[in-house]
């Protein structure tokens, strides 16, 4: 079992960047895929980005390809989530979620463990 807690949101305007962080404790961080998810109001929680366990393999949506950069430090049980020209379409409660099944999952039922999530406001 790991527990998740997400760090790093806040407000910024449209154009700006954010740096979201997820560290894991608990448990052996590093056997973990991890993955980032956002809920805005109204809508169905969504992938935003995932990566291995290992740090080879990682998975954009179409929405923040090109502007997200995912990353770990396995040995500071930390995943990191670059965003950079932010939308206001990318307000939205950021969650991190591991899975220990899978190599790089994108569905929300292939993770196992949630964090309670970050605020991302962006203003246009």
């Known amino acids: 079992q790991v527990e998740l807690v997400e760090s790093g949101g806040g407000m910024v305007q449209a154009g700006g960047s954010l740096r979201l962080s997820c560290t894991g404790s608990?448990?052996?961080?590093?056997?973990?895929?991890i993955g980032w998810f956002r809920q805005a109001p109204g809508r169905e929680r969504e992938v935003v980005a995932v990566?291995?366990?290992?740090?080879?393999?990682?998975y954009y949506a179409d929405s923040v390809k090109g502007r997200a950069n995912i990353s770990r430090d396995n040995a500071k049980n930390t995943v990191h989530l670059q965003l950079d020209y932010l939308k206001p379409e990318d307000t939205a409660l950021y969650y991190c979620?591991?899975?220990?099944?899978?190599?790089?999952?994108?569905?929300?039922?292939?993770?196992?463990?949630w964090g309670h999530g970050t605020q991302v406001t962006i203003s246009s």
């Open positions: 979620a591991a899975s220990g099944r899978y190599y790089r999952p994108t569905q929300r039922s292939s993770f196992d463990y």
């Open positions: 608990g448990g052996s961080f590093s056997r973990y895929a």
């Open positions: 990566i291995s366990d290992g740090g080879a393999g990682t």
